[in-house]
């Protein structure tokens, strides 16, 4: 008991800064927010097996912990690493002996789910299956990938984000109060943008700099000692140059100039960016400039956001350098976003249109009574799969919002289209 309370007082600053409960959580907002859908099923203590997928630092295994104290069910730990089919099954026997002579439900977590092999899953599966143990698992990895379709079938997967930003510093200035210490705004702005959505890294960060900052008797924590903390690996350039970079490297990416889009990524990369970060801005790139013009940027920047997490540091610049280059040089079109924005528009214009007779759901039973589906013209039934037919509501029908550019693959779209309503037409003339 009193190794606790010392590790308690002396843990690292992440262990002392651990929520007691959901609603002293960071971020996940979307989850554990007053309305979020595992705070809902975890008050009603209503919680199913499910999956925690996200990046580290993201607050898995905290979660895990902060839904597992709201049921009444017995909490149990495993780690995927060291665990094997034995302490499973040992697991599973226990929960069966706690229910039957307490009445007791199991909540199992499982840290690092996508390591457990194909044997231990399938012992673990008629466990989830009956409903003997509710499994709460945490994984980084893409779990459609790495844990049995079978398993995963019987759980409910959430998604964890990086921490934003804002996140980040509301979480540093909670460390900053538990060590009685300031710091200023430059200092924390620069381990949140350092920390890459980890909740972990910042607060190691953190806490070594504040060491630092203690044994030169300063005040309060500089930016040069977050500097020092890391070694010097963290944007030398300062908070802002970070931003203006990343500017930089997305205009020129943008602007179809591999070589200065290489050059602000290495900038970055060498000041300590993380390489999630700039991954991250190439996929909203891939879409937001080169969308329709080659569709496939997207598949490939996804493919190497993918590689970057599992290949890491320093390898992961061979991707990136891949990336920033297949993206610079492909052809650019914002058709897609701009299409976005004005339909964004139209539904803010219009927020009551209502969806027209012949396209609403015609599956039950008096649907046909109320006119819901009669008119409707199934494509396939024409040869060019098209046929001319309203799918807009009336108040606004003939709206275009998608405005095809003339860039690599675009036209190729519009080409079928154009034929396609053409060959229709002609037909409907005959």
């Not at 959430?158 to 300031?182: K, T």
């Amino acid at each position: 008991m009193a190794a606790e309370e010392r590790l308690a007082a002396r843990g690292p600053l992440a262990a002392r800064l651990r929520p007691r409960n959901l609603d002293e959580v960071v971020g996940q907002r979307h989850l554990v927010g007053p309305d979020g859908s595992l705070r809902l099923l975890a008050d009603q203590d209503r919680l199913t097996s499910l999956i925690l997928w996200g990046p580290p630092g993201s607050g898995k295994t905290t979660l895990a912990s902060l839904l597992a104290s709201t049921t009444k069910k017995k909490f149990v730990s495993l780690s995927a690493v060291a665990a094997g089919v034995k302490d499973v099954r040992d697991v599973l026997e226990e929960a069966r002996l706690r229910l039957g002579e307490h009445g007791q439900g199991t909540v199992l977590f499982v840290d690092e789910v996508h390591r457990f092999n194909k044997a231990q899953q399938d012992v673990l599966l008629p466990g989830v299956e009956s409903g003997l143990v509710t499994l709460v698992g945490a994984t980084t990895e893409n779990p459609y990938f790495e844990v049995n379709a079978p398993l995963l079938s019987r759980s409910t997967l959430w998604r964890l984000l990086p921490l934003s930003l804002g996140d980040l510093e509301a979480l540093i200035q909670r460390g900053l109060r538990e060590e009685q210490i300031s710091a200023d705004a430059d200092a924390v702005r620069l381990i949140a943008s350092v920390a890459g959505g980890d909740a972990r890294s910042a607060l190691t960060t953190l806490e070594v700099a504040m060491a630092i900052a203690k044994g030169r008797s300063h005040e309060q924590v500089s930016a040069q000692d977050v500097v020092d903390a890391r070694d010097g690996v963290v944007l030398h350039q300062g908070v802002d140059e970070h931003y203006d970079q990343t500017s930089a490297l997305i205009k020129s990416v943008r602007g179809s100039d591999p070589d200065a889009a290489l050059y602000w990524l290495i900038r970055l990369l060498e000041a300590g960016e993380s390489p999630r970060f700039v991954a991250r801005r190439m996929v909203i790139l891939a879409s937001e400039d080169i969308g329709m013009a080659d569709s496939w940027a997207l598949v490939f920047a996804d493919a190497a956001s993918r590689s970057v997490e599992l290949v890491g540091m320093p390898e992961a610049q061979l991707i990136l350098s891949h990336l920033v280059i297949r993206l610079a040089t492909a052809p650019k079109s914002n058709s897609a976003t701009m299409a976005l924005q004005k339909a964004k528009e139209a539904v803010t214009a219009y927020p009551g249109a209502r969806v027209p007779e012949h396209l609403r759901d015609a599956h039950y039973s008096g649907a046909t009574d109320l006119g819901h589906g009669l008119g409707y013209r199934y494509p396939h039934d024409d040869a060019s799969s098209w046929v001319a037919q309203e799918y807009l509501p009336d108040e606004l029908r003939g709206r275009r919002f998608y405005d095809p550019r003339s860039q690599g693959r675009e036209p190729e779209s519009q080409q079928w289209l154009r034929q396609a309503k053409g060959s229709s037409l002609d037909q409907d003339d005959r």
